[in-house]
């Protein structure tokens, strides 16, 4: 299994983005994905989850802000982001739990 993520960019306060994250292989439709997030400095944060049937999870500081959700006929995860603020500037990264997949992250960067 591959993850790809992309959609990341330079955005002003307040705009929008949407992170994808692509899956090769045939287990992606069965399996749980989520995001995290890094920013600079920082440790590793937790973002959502997405379960194969579309149960959802999030960071509580991100509920409202932020929707997982997904398209098994595309393989491919979906991260609605609004509201963004300087706060959100980190690499996101999607992965599956309780593997070793990640994808390569995709910059998200929120500035004036």
């Known amino acids: 299994v591959q993850l790809q993520a992309s959609g990341g960019g330079l955005v002003q306060p307040g705009g929008s983005l949407r992170l994808s994250c692509a899956a090769s292989?045939?287990?992606?439709?069965?399996?749980?994905i989520g995001w995290y997030r890094q920013a600079p400095g920082k440790q590793r944060e937790w973002v959502a989850t997405?379960?194969?049937?579309?149960?959802?999870n999030y960071a509580d500081s991100l509920k409202g802000r932020f929707t997982i959700s997904r398209d098994n006929a595309k393989n491919t995860v979906y991260l609605q982001m609004n509201s963004l603020q300087p706060e959100d500037t980190a690499v996101y990264y999607c992965?599956?739990?309780?593997?070793?997949?990640w994808g390569q992250g995709t910059q998200v960067t929120v500035s004036s």
């Open positions: 997405i379960s194969s049937v579309g149960r959802t």
């Open positions: 992965y599956m739990p309780g593997s070793t997949y």
């Open positions: 292989g045939s287990i992606f439709n069965t399996r749980t």
